[in-house]
């Protein structure tokens, strides 16, 4: 599948259930003194998860461009390394401001991944903040997926945090398997997700619920839904390969570059 139909079919999915398609934010936030870039979907929303502004629309979806060279976020120290990090990329989002919540958050990501884009839900595996049994039982009752595919995790991986301030909340991941041939020799059958080579984070599901300002944390007025995928990410599980360059949205580009540099794109392991 190409990517340009995974953008249109996410929007298709969301707006069906009535989301609001907004456009993505410029690269450079407007009003944001806190960010250098825009590092993710819910940046132009900021100020209605906070309360500080109404949204028109209480469901949103969005493909947003994205940086993240610096700040909280930086995954320039891996451009290059890996098979899955770059400079710019696009992240899809889905949002809720003060609407719905877990279960239709969970919900509608799961049908997009396994329905929309018939991924096979045994190459998904799920992580959950160690403190949210609410979600982990979600995934489990209403989606029917095996206690022994949700995994536990803390807050250095399933609490998002926008920036040093701003809203925040605990997650719930999805990871794709991309086959034992990419392991990094980490498997540990207690634990696959050790195994960084072979899983790649695909969504994350942003339960919005603080915001962190310089006084401390506090509870945002209502609970909302933060999400996004990445573009590259997923097409390259779409596309059945393992590095998002070698999918359609790069290979173009390169295919040129190839011939006006007359070097060949060659073994990148
Ligand atoms: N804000 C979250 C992230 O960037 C989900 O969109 O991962």
């Known amino acids: 599948m190409k990517a340009h139909l995974i953008r249109q079919k996410f929007s298709?999915?969301?707006i069906k259930h009535?989301?609001?398609?907004?456009s993505s934010s410029p690269l450079i936030p407007q009003n944001d003194p806190t960010l250098l870039f825009a590092n993710a979907g819910m940046n132009q929303f900021k100020d209605y998860f906070t309360g500080m502004a109404l949204a028109k629309n209480k469901r949103a979806v969005t493909i947003?461009?994205?940086v993240r060279a610096g700040g909280k976020h930086n995954d320039l120290e891996n451009v290059g390394f890996t098979a899955r990090h770059h400079t710019f990329f696009e992240m899809l989002g889905n949002f809720s401001f003060g609407d719905y919540f877990k279960k239709e958050a969970i919900h509608m990501a799961w049908e997009f991944l396994t329905k929309e884009l018939a991924i096979d839900k045994n190459k998904l595996l799920i992580t959950v903040?160690?403190?949210d049994d609410?979600?982990?039982d979600i995934w489990h009752n209403q989606e029917g997926v095996p206690l022994n595919r949700i995994f536990k995790m803390g807050d250095k991986d399933n609490f998002w945090e926008m920036?040093?301030?701003g809203p925040c909340g605990p997650c719930t991941e999805i990871f794709y398997d991309h086959g034992e041939k990419y392991s990094d020799g980490n498997y540990d059958p207690n634990f696959p997700l050790k195994d960084e080579g072979r899983f790649v984070e695909i969504w994350n599901l942003v339960f919005m619920q603080f915001e962190k300002t310089s006084e401390g944390i506090k509870k945002l007025p209502k609970p909302s839904v933060d999400t996004g995928a990445g573009l590259e990410r997923l097409t390259a599980a779409m596309q059945g390969v393992y590095w998002n360059y070698d999918t359609d949205l790069f290979q173009g580009i390169i295919k040129e570059i190839e011939k006006i540099s007359q070097k060949s794109y060659g073994d990148k392991k």
């Open 12 to 14: 298709t999915f969301f």
């Open 18 to 22: 009535d989301h609001k398609k907004i």
């Open 64 to 66: 947003q461009k994205c």
């Open 129 to 131: 903040h160690e403190s």
């Open 134 to 136: 609410e979600a982990r």
């Open 163 to 165: 920036g040093e301030f």
